[in-house]
């Protein structure tokens, strides 16, 4: 019994046991079907994610590739239509581009080439106008406001048939660098500055029939060279970024320095005595000629070489004109105070201010060093320019600028100004080059009663030049005993540009910093003003302007914007010369 009880208990559990394995046993099964499940549910969701970000990425791809307008993806009516949609005036280019578009390319930079084309196509027709305007003109004020838009119209000219051969390759095709879209957006800022200053020079003479007429003619050849601007500002730079991201660079990206700059040149400013002039003019008879304007006359056109001219002490009375076809020229004399060029021209005796300057220049890579240059029809005379310079590249190192209204008249180009002494009344630094001034002592004098002192004037008018002053640990105080109200400067045009930073502002200054063009009319909000880090009592900006445009604590990203090195691209031209500059 007990037995039998003992062998009933022992299957028992051994049945009980054998259930619980079967049980284990299946719940294992379970188990790794579900975690199979998991797995294969893991490997697919996986798979989805990478899908899914995978066709964002191409996505993204396509998108940055058609936003740099790559030829392959547009047809020619879109690329036209892409390319233009960043200009001020998209209904005049596509439809100039689309005419020229004779072989349907969507190539970007052969378009811009042809916008070059339809805009130098149009401004040759507008000197041949002004030609027929200035048939027609009989009064001496007329004449002279006609001589000017000749002038500046021909430069304007030259201006674009330089863009076209800096981008053209000797062997054929085109070159695209860095480099060559700065020069480009230069010279396209100087043809529109110079076409704007046919029409001030009309409007300052009075010539109204003539200012309308021309201002008609004009309105074509305008639009076209802004529309180029705008191509070379925004889609070549563009362009540019896709080839760089692209390794398919055409041209010389890493040329260091203008192609135009002369070879060997280095200590030429501060070389142990003086460079070796090719002229020394002498007014005691003991040089070579006696006047500037022969040496001048003695100098090649074009030439890469360096040509120095030696101007010893003395006043010398004459009217200088270096003109675009005259490369390379170096003027230097005996001291600011001692080798000066000295005239009285002006606009109350019947000139242009842009005809009225004692010593103007407009041929590329131009050199003054210890010059002196006056204008002496004094406060009454109104604008009586001392310098013109329209020069490319061009450096005045320890140099004087004496007058009263309309000094200095940084017309267009890239300038540099190092150590110089500037005097003057009413806008007496104005035009629309891109320029820097450093290390320099700026000082405002007594104008006429009733008026007020106004240092800049800038006459920046398309959004897209790269022009304005920049005035850099420079030192500002007057000249005499100053008690009109004196202002850093006042907005000549809508998107006029200033930035004074890192100098030194005297207690003679209007709290209010800046004015007005015309009083009482607030400036637009497309201008751009600043200041950054100045010192001395007439740098407080708690009370200046309130204007939209004008900012009185720029941030460091802001300011490094104006240095010599970003705003006229300093360091790649500067130290041939020699001269000394702060690059930062």
Same mark, same amino acid.
């Given at each position: ?312 002490? &003395?006043?010398?009375? +004459?009217?200088? #004109?270096?003109? %675009? =076809?005259?490369?390379?020229?170096? *003027? $230097? ?44 029809? &004094?406060?009454?005379? +109104?604008?009586? #320019?001392?310098? %013109? =310079?329209?020069?490319?590249?061009? *450096? $005045? ?188």
């Amino acid at each position: 019994m007990d037995t039998f009880n003992g062998h009933k208990n022992y299957n028992h559990a051994q049945e009980e046991e054998e259930e619980e394995e079967e049980e284990e046993t299946a719940f294992r099964r379970k188990s790794r079907k579900r975690i199979l499940i998991i797995i294969l549910s893991t490997i697919i969701l996986i798979a989805v994610i990478i899908g899914a970000v995978a066709g964002t990425i191409v996505h993204k791809r396509n998108e940055h590739q058609n936003s740099d307008q790559q030829p392959s993806q547009l047809s020619s009516t879109e690329s036209v239509k892409a390319v233009c949609s960043e200009t001020q005036y998209p209904e005049s280019c596509y439809s100039s581009l689309s005419d020229a578009n004779k072989s349907n390319t969507s190539d970007p930079v052969r378009l811009f080439m042809l916008s070059l084309q339809v805009s130098l196509n149009s401004l040759s027709a507008l000197s041949s106008y002004q030609d027929t305007l200035m048939s027609t003109a009989d009064k001496s004020n007329d004449i002279e406001a006609l001589k000017v838009c000749r002038t500046v119209i021909n430069n304007a000219i030259d201006n674009l048939n330089d863009s076209i051969s800096s981008m053209e390759k000797k062997s054929g095709g085109i070159v695209l660098s860095q480099q060559k879209i700065d020069d480009v957006r230069t010279w396209l800022s100087a043809a529109v500055t110079n076409k704007d200053t046919c029409l001030d020079a009309l409007q300052e003479m009075n010539s109204t029939l003539f200012l309308v007429q021309m201002k008609s003619r004009m309105e074509n050849s305008t639009e076209y060279t802004s529309n180029s601007l705008a191509i070379a500002t925004k889609t070549l730079s563009n362009n540019l970024k896709y080839l760089l991201s692209h390794r398919k660079l055409l041209g010389d990206m890493n040329s260091e320095y203008p192609e135009w700059t002369v070879s060997g040149e280095r200590r030429l400013l501060q070389a142990i005595g003086r460079p070796t002039p090719n002229v020394t003019v002498a007014k005691d008879g003991s040089g070579h000629v006696r006047t500037i304007n022969e040496a001048i006359a003695m100098v090649p056109n074009k030439s890469d070489d360096r040509f120095i001219i030696h101007v010893k002490e &003395g006043v010398y009375m +004459e009217n200088v #004109v270096v003109a %675009k =076809s005259l490369w390379n020229v170096m *003027v $230097y004399g005996d001291g600011m105070n001692k080798s000066i060029v000295s005239g009285s021209l002006s606009r109350i005796g019947g000139l242009p201010p842009f005809a009225t300057a004692t010593f103007s220049v407009s041929g590329k890579g131009f050199i003054a060093m210890d010059m002196g240059f006056m204008n002496t029809a &004094g406060r009454i005379k +109104e604008q009586a #320019v001392a310098m %013109k =310079s329209s020069s490319d590249f061009s *450096v $005045y190192y320890r140099c004087s600028f004496n007058a009263f209204q309309n000094t200095l008249y940084a017309h267009s180009n890239r300038q540099f100004y190092r150590d110089c002494n500037i005097t003057g009344t009413v806008d007496f630094i104005f035009g629309d080059s891109s320029v820097v001034f450093q290390n320099c002592t700026i000082m405002p004098r007594q104008p006429l009663k009733k008026q007020f002192v106004t240092i800049t004037a800038q006459g920046k008018k398309d959004p897209n030049e790269n022009t304005g002053i920049s005035i850099q640990k420079c030192v500002i105080t007057p000249l005499d005993h100053l008690t009109a109200p004196t202002y850093l400067g006042r907005p000549w045009k809508d998107y006029s540009t200033t930035v004074i930073m890192q100098s030194r502002i005297g207690s003679f200054l209007n709290p209010l910093g800046w004015t007005e063009w015309v009083q009482g009319v607030v400036p637009p909000s497309s201008i751009f003003y600043g200041e950054y880090q100045n010192v001395g009592p007439g740098s407080k900006v708690d009370q200046r302007v309130n204007w939209t445009g004008f900012e009185p604590r720029l941030t460091s990203a802001q300011a490094v914007r104006f240095n010599v090195k970003s705003f006229i691209g300093g360091s790649a031209w500067l130290p041939q010369t020699d001269v000394t500059f702060d690059s930062t």
